[in-house]
């Protein structure tokens, strides 16, 4: 599976540095072995990849894909998807911000339209927060990584599974 990744990331034409979540998505009887073999290699797919490979009725709703190829190994057919990363809000942030819907919505739309990378940076330099203060007629508002957004879906699925 991470062979056929790695593949297909090339494909792509995407560089070994470029930030992406991966998917897949079984497509038979076989499932059930799939998401074993995924679970019982999810260390080793994890260290070779940078990030987990995530169901894809994980992915957010928004998720851009980038590219997808059928796939079928020993009687196992699946597919793998390969998304720009991006960060997930959490619905923690609507309960900080009030339940006011419409703070939540002008949030979002401010970190989904951020690059992931000087996020990044900016939570480091803030210890793992920082403060939106300038979206117009609402109040300042600290985000916390981890609790209220995260910086990629793998990351989410990680924090969130059970």
């Known amino acids: ?11 792509a034409q ?6 992406v979540d991966v998917y897949y998505k079984p497509m038979d009887d076989g ?16 260290d070779a ?15 851009v894909m980038i590219c997808e190829e059928s796939h079928n ?5 699946f597919v793998i998807y390969i998304a720009r990363v991006s960060p997930v809000v959490t619905d923690d942030l609507l309960v900080h911000a009030a339940g ?19 996020l990044k940076n900016e939570f480091q330099a803030g210890n793992g927060k920082i403060t939106v203060d300038f979206i117009e007629s ?14 990629s879906t793998g990351d989410f699925y990680l924090a969130t599974r059970s």
């Open 1 to 11: 599976v991470v062979n056929r990744i790695q593949k297909l990331r090339k494909t």
């Open 14 to 19: 995407l560089e070994p540095t470029d930030l």
């Open 31 to 46: 499932k059930n072995t799939l998401v074993e073999i995924v679970q019982s290699q999810d260390q080793y797919i994890r």
């Open 49 to 63: 990849l940078g990030n987990p490979l995530i169901p894809k009725m994980a992915a957010p709703p928004d998720a």
């Open 73 to 77: 190994v020993q009687d196992m057919s």
């Open 100 to 118: 006011n819907r419409e703070h939540f919505d002008a949030l979002k739309v401010y970190l989904l339209s951020r690059s992931i990378s000087r």
């Open 138 to 151: 609402f109040p300042p508002i600290d985000l916390q990584l981890g609790k209220h957004v995260f910086l």
